[in-house]
């Protein structure tokens, strides 16, 4: 008697074993198995969105999920992949005018009672990929050859590679690309360099007459852009000066009207500007030229007033520029998303960047990026600044396929070529880490990847 309750119990817990932990055959249980009832990609379905996209598999049961099985898409596995209750969610990457094949072996997902579901497989393929008809000329008339030539690689690699690019440190080096190259042995296809200080220079700490540190940057085929956080007078008469609204009482309503105090200093500034950015033309150097930057925000004061007198400012630089000669210009407005009365118009931008800090959400940016792509269908995008971001990597996955990008800088990390900080790998907006995914993503273009535009 002893030894049949023995039995008795060394079967039950054989039962309870089995049921716990699966069968592969489904055998010693009469429980059901997992039942597929919906999934958010049909099978067969066509014009699936490309970019990451989330297939979620409801199921009539509570289910889990067997790590040791392999969920695969066209034969790669799939790397994110989660059970919650009656839900599986597996996030893929997809491209366009793909045929995708999704297949879950059996003994992969697992009902309460450890019954395993059978294979599941779905079939479908992925939308059209969208070619925007990006405009073909430049805006300026009788564009510089080399300008040229930088708008239509920047074109031929829209969607398909990304430029990388760096900050100067304040105004006029590449310290950040140092820093880049030190850490990584790469250096970022395009510096950004800044006119901060043309209210001071010449002087023996600041001279954008010399052009030096651009020529070698250009010369060893990286691509060259510039922006301007553009000093005025405090007051009246002042030399104290200041590009932030609050800073300064300059008026850009009245920068705008002929014969005022504001005309009279706007018209010199950028007439001096052309100057030395002819400096660079002279030298066949063609910019990326990004001014009035992040208008809509109001902190600047080129944009403390309306957008009528902000689309203005820009027409007024844009038609001096081109009376003085200059056509070695690419021209860049900054949204904000959500300001379209501020663009000055298609007829004055060749492509539009975008400022984002503090933004981890790949799918948040992706949608930004796509609502700029509607709005500006004929332009170029590109992350014209950033921090604190998703990777780049990711935003491209998601969608948000930047024609260039690039990180703000890091003051003390940068403001020296050697030392400890300069050793160091942390960064306050892209550090070396964040370089090092970037620059192992086949898409991304370094300098050594640069073709000759010159």
Known sequence: MKNKRRALWLCIVFLWFSCSKGNPNNELTDAPQPLLLSSSVKDGADGVPIGENNIVLSFDQNIVLDQQRRIELNGQPVGQVSAAFKEL???????????????????????PSGVFAAEIQLSFTTADVQDPAIGMALVTRNASVQATKVYDFLREQYGTKMISGTMTNVSWNSHEAEWVYR?????????CFDYLHLHASPADWINYENTQVVEDWWNNKGLVAASWHWNVPADEGSTDYHFYTQDTRFDVSKAVISGTYENTVATADLERMADHLILLQEKHIPVLWRPLHEASGKWFWWGAKTAEDYRKLWIMMFEIFQEKGLNNLIWIWTS?????????????VDMIGCDLYDKQNANEIAALYASLQKEYPAKMLTLSEFGEVADLPTQWNSGAKWSWAMPWYDYDRTKSLSGLEFDKK?????????????????????????????
Do not use: S
Request: no cysteine.
């Open 89 to 111: 969610k597996i996030t893929v990457h997809l491209e366009g005018e793909t045929r995708y094949t999704l297949n879950i072996p059996a003994q992969t997902i697992k009902g």
């Open 183 to 191: 850490h990584t042995g790469k250096y970022p296809a395009l510096n």
């Open 426 to 454: 942390e960064h306050i907006h892209a550090d070396i880490d964040y370089w090092g995914r970037l620059l192992a993503d086949e898409r991304t273009i370094t300098r050594d990847e640069m073709p000759d535009l010159r």
């Open 336 to 348: 904000q998303g959500g300001d379209t009365m501020w663009y000055p118009g298609d007829d004055y």
